[in-house]
């Protein structure tokens, strides 16, 4: 089946520094992804929309210079975290629609997630 | 608010006792799919049923969507410890967005 990684699973960064975080497709081409974030407990909440070759689409609330998105080829899509806070701290996970012919459009495929610790 | 609602919030069974958890959800949809997170990790999809489709099973897995009504239910038969884990339902919107219901915690007590 489709499989989305997460690259790295977990990083511990400082107050004030800036955190990339990949999400790539492996074995099928995505011209959308999404990238989500998830507090403990909670539901993950949609940040916005990647598209390939395109601005990302953001979500209300969601503040674009914060969350620098990069969707720069079919298979890769990058979430930067500029200038972490401690608030910033959460569960970051992808996912990406198959669009390939004959791939099932109606269905994604979520990334295994980053946890993200800003001290 | 992005997400529908789910009740219970939370639910403690004994093993061997099936688990019931709802979703509502606020727009029109394709499909709606439901998700298994266990604490701390990835998402698993369980099951995937179709605006067309009222019912569908898949092993101990027994999901209804009323259309009518905005809604889908997850049954987990006799349930396992294994199966303690949240579950969340999402739907698909505009432009292929999931949209995630807040989640239901299930503990299943050996």
């Known amino acids: 089946g489709a499989v989305v990684s997460q690259h790295p699973s977990w990083v511990i960064c400082k107050s004030g520094t800036s955190v990339k975080i990949e999400c790539r497709s492996l074995?099928?081409?995505?011209?959308?992804m999404f990238w989500y974030r998830q507090f403990p407990k909670q539901s993950l909440m949609l940040m916005a929309t990647s598209n390939e070759g395109s601005k990302a689409t953001y979500e209300q609330g969601v503040e674009k210079d914060k969350f620098l998105i990069n969707h720069a080829s079919l298979t890769l899509s990058t979430l930067t975290v500029t200038s972490a806070h401690p608030e910033d701290s959460s569960f970051y996970i992808c996912?990406?629609?198959?669009?390939?012919?004959?791939?099932?459009?109606?269905?994604?495929?979520f990334g295994p997630g980053t946890r993200l610790t800003v001290t | 608010s992005q997400q529908g609602e789910e009740d219970p919030q939370a639910l403690s069974i004994q093993e061997g006792e099936n688990a019931t958890m709802n979703c509502s959800y606020k727009?029109?949809?394709?499909?709606l799919q439901w998700y298994r997170q266990n604490s701390g990790r990835g998402l698993v999809h369980l099951i995937l049923i179709r605006s067309n489709e009222r019912e569908k099973h898949s092993g101990r897995l027994r999901v209804t969507l009323d259309t009518s009504k905005k809604s889908s239910s997850l049954l987990i038969t006799a349930s396992r410890a294994a199966d303690t884990a949240s579950y969340f339902c999402a739907t698909i919107g505009g432009g292929f967005k999931t949209i995630f219901g807040a989640g239901t915690r299930l503990f299943v007590k050996a």
């Open positions: 074995d099928f081409q995505a011209t959308t």
């Open positions: 727009t029109s949809i394709n499909n």
């Open positions: 996912s990406a629609r198959d669009q390939t012919s004959g791939g099932r459009k109606d269905e994604q495929y």
